[in-house]
């Protein structure tokens, strides 16, 4: 079965220094990754996904993920956090399960920008 | 301008009544999900629908039911609420793709409360 794992329950960044927010899978082949943000209050929007081909994927808001398969990661950067970046992230990992194709989130980060 | 859309956005009902959740889309999307958020928690997977007629459970055990009698429109019942039945739902959905391979479009989530 797949999983994901978030380590960083709560991290704090001041505005302009540069994130990096972690996720690791488990999944025996290659997995569909994806990264949400969820802002207080709302549903989950799509930041960016990784299928296959460029290991450095770009997305939305100026985010970033690489995928590292000798390491089973997916990490979200980017180079300067504005104020409004600050949200709860979720990594998640998709595959085909028997017919029915499966996503699991992780736990989630919660990202809070600082002056 | 196509999104999803979930109401009511709040909910506050004493036990044993009848709710209904409701979820459309404009996308056109086949496959429509409803997960259960809880803070701290990864998102759950309630119900599934990969078309008209077609309803599936997730992995979550709940005692909510779904229906799905026209592709834009995935309704979630819950038929006597309890407090345990307190979340946070959110509906999404996705095109006909291998494991969400687009992503998911998420509503803004119902935050239900049973007193």
């Known amino acids: 079965a797949q999983s994901v794992t978030q380590p960083d329950i709560h991290i704090t960044v001041s505005e302009g220094a540069s994130l990096e927010l972690r996720c690791n899978y488990s999944y025996g082949a290659t997995p569909y990754l994806f990264w949400y943000v969820q802002s207080p209050g709302q549903g989950l929007q799509l930041l960016l996904k990784?299928?296959?081909?460029?290991?450095l994927v770009q997305g939305i808001k100026g985010f970033e993920a690489e995928f590292k398969r000798s390491q089973s990661s997916f990490n979200l950067r980017k180079p300067s956090v504005h104020w409004s970046d600050a949200a709860e992230y979720f990594c998640a990992v998709g595959a085909a399960a028997g017919g029915y194709q499966k996503v699991t989130f992780g736990t989630g980060t919660k990202l809070q920008v600082i002056p | 301008e196509a999104d999803i859309y979930q109401t009511p956005r709040y909910l506050v009902i004493g036990t044993g009544k009848k709710i209904t959740l409701e979820c459309s889309q404009t996308?056109?999307?086949?496959?429509m999900y409803w997960y259960q958020q809880d803070p701290g928690m990864e998102l759950h997977l309630i119900h599934y629908?990969?078309?008209?007629?077609?309803?599936e459970k997730g992995d979550l055990s709940s005692e909510s039911t779904v229906s799905r009698i026209r592709t834009e429109h995935f309704p979630l019942t819950l038929e006597s609420a309890r407090p345990s039945h307190t979340s946070q739902y959110l509906c999404?959905?996705?095109?006909?793709?291998?494991?969400?391979?687009?992503?998911?479009?998420f509503g803004s989530g119902t935050r239900l409360t049973v007193v």
């Open positions: 996308m056109g999307h086949d496959k």
């Open positions: 990784y299928f296959s081909g460029d290991t």
């Open positions: 999404a959905s996705s095109e006909s793709r291998a494991a969400g391979g687009g992503g998911y479009t």
């Open positions: 629908s990969y078309g008209v007629n077609s309803t």
